[in-house]
């Protein structure tokens, strides 16, 4: 039932065919219309650390905030335009209560001690002295010079509950780091921290969170208070099942029901699905959003989680990745596999400074100093500035390429990737109802993995009838943004933009 009425009319208009370059395309790609893999809410980055040590700096949230371009070490740099930020609720303070201190382990670094804003038991009022809202000032300013330029969904999370819910008092883990760390008479004081800080947030930041998550990688036995070198804690299934529930009361008793809870940030996508399947029919019916994180690269299934998520009818994200690969490499293949596999909503880096190799932009959190921008830094780029909130995720045909569609600006955008020797790559649009204007030019931006271009920009690509190629060097990351492409939704009674209605669409 696709329409073609008007595929012979589009072609008509081809220009000359000496606008068109002549090659050979090595390996074909058919861009599929009809999938549907969701509809993009954005690309982000959590802040805690960096933003507590960089959280002043204006620049930085040009950088990778904004779309502009902003100069850095002399290069000119495209904003990443990140439009989600993940904000971290603190778990440690110095303040001793009544004797006790927070424990703190020998491996701990102090740039990932995030401060927390309860800071005793005596009084859950946040008006109390039991709360210090002056605390973290950093990371709440980058949240604020985030949203300022343009970032509009925020996340809550935390990473252990105040070192005094603690059994051991370490908010780096229990003893064990497999064992659980609340005290069972603090699990609804957890869910009273974050529900407190949101709506805080809410009435003195100007910050609405969308969503709050109250573990980090909960199954993992790694949360270990005698070796660990930031917050983390353990949270069995039957825990995170009572937290879960306590949340959803205590956002609900402040006015925020709206307010989705998301679970559980697992450290793979098979311990997110062991995870799911043992939280409980209560749990997971207050579970608004299932999160994971990408630790798992190119292994794990993805697509189980994503039938578990779509089955529940959950939006899913993939809430946190990173790696030490400053090429690029690692982020564009496993970018690439969640596009194709666990079909995300969203996607968020961890840190966007960091060293050895984890950061965007290489630094130092604890000595706040920076360093260069990474290759890493534009191969990403290559999607966070195309593939933007709204547009729908299509199925790009192979596992080297994704593609998006702007049904308002009637614009396919495709980013692609060549693991191979050195090729054309050909991309087909003859599924669309309109494929482009033959002979148009087809902005393209370029990335090498590794070293070598970084998002250079060139407008030397045309369509050529129902399909345009470009050459890739190895390990070369493309972008394309296609004009005038008509993707037709078949259950909503469109019309052809050119004005003719296109009756056989309602067959
Ligand atoms: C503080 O410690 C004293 C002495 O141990 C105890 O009597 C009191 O109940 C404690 N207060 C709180 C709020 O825990
Ligand atoms: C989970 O933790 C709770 C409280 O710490 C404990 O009672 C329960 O036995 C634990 N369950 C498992 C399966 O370990
Ligand atoms: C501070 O950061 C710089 C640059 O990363 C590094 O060379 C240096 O060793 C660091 N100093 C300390 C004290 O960590
Ligand atoms: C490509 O064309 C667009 C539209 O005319 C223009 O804005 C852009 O600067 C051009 N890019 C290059 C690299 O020439």
Redesign the pocket.
């Known amino acids: 039932m696709k329409q073609t009425l008007n595929r012979e009319w589009l072609l008509g208009l081809a220009l000359s065919a000496a606008t068109v370059p002549t090659g050979s395309a090595d390996l074909t790609t058919t861009i599929s219309s009809a999938a549907n893999w969701g509809t993009w809410e954005g690309f982000g980055v959590s802040l805690a650390w960096w933003a507590k040590a960089f959280g002043t700096r204006s620049d930085l949230a040009d950088i990778f905030f904004s779309t502009e371009w902003t100069t850095y070490n002399g290069q000119s740099i495209p904003g990443m335009g990140l439009t989600i930020a993940r904000y971290n609720a603190g778990a440690c303070s110095w303040k001793t209560v009544n004797g006790s201190a927070m424990v703190v382990s020998p491996d701990m670094i102090a740039s990932r001690q995030m401060e927390s804003y309860w800071v005793d038991w005596f009084n859950s009022s946040p008006s109390s002295s039991s709360w210090s809202w002056s605390v973290d000032e950093n990371q709440r300013n980058m949240l604020s010079m985030a949203k300022a330029r343009g970032a509009n969904i925020f996340e809550l999370f935390s990473n252990s509950p105040p070192w005094w819910m603690c059994l051991n008092h370490n908010p780096s883990g229990s003893d064990d780091g497999s064992s659980d760390n609340l005290q069972s008479w603090n699990y609804d004081q957890h869910a009273v921290y974050l529900a407190t800080i949101a709506e805080y947030a809410a009435n003195n930041w100007g910050v609405s969170f969308q969503s709050v998550e109250a573990f980090n990688e909960p199954s993992s036995d790694w949360w270990n208070g005698k070796t660990g070198t930031q917050e983390g804690c353990h949270f069995n299934f039957s825990t995170q099942a009572t937290v879960i529930g306590d949340l959803r009361t205590e956002l609900n008793n402040r006015g925020l029901s709206s307010t989705l809870i998301s679970a559980s940030d697992e450290n793979t996508y098979d311990l997110a699905i062991s995870t799911w399947n043992n939280l409980g029919n209560t749990a997971t019916s207050n579970v608004g959003r299932i999160n994971v994180h990408g630790y798992q690269y190119s292994g794990g299934r993805r697509d189980t989680l994503y039938s578990l998520a779509s089955g529940a009818g959950k939006r899913l994200w993939n809430s946190e990745y990173g790696e030490s690969d400053a090429t690029g490499e690692s982020l564009v293949t496993n970018l690439l596999l969640d596009f194709r596999w666990l079909h995300p909503t969203a996607w968020v880096y961890w840190q966007a400074i960091d060293?050895s190799g984890w950061g965007l932009i290489?630094?130092?959190n604890?000595?706040v100093?920076l360093?260069a921008i990474s290759q890493k830094y534009f191969a990403l780029s290559q999607f966070t500035r195309h593939i933007r909130p709204g547009m729908r995720i299509l199925d790009g045909g192979s596992d080297y390429t994704v593609a998006a569609y702007d049904s308002t600006a009637q614009k396919l955008v495709i980013v692609a990737a060549n693991w191979g020797a050195a090729q054309y790559l050909n991309f087909e649009l003859s599924d669309f109802s309109s494929p482009g204007v033959s002979g148009a030019v087809v902005p393209r931006w370029i990335t090498q993995v590794g070293t070598g271009d970084q998002y250079s920009s060139h407008n030397d690509t045309y369509i050529s009838g129902t399909k345009f190629w470009s050459y890739f060097p190895t390990g070369a990351v493309q972008t394309f943004e296609v004009s005038k492409v008509v993707l037709l939704l078949w259950t909503e009674d469109r019309y052809d933009p050119s004005g003719f209605r296109l009756d056989s669409d309602k067959g």
């Open positions: 060293g290489d630094g130092d604890d000595n100093s360093g």
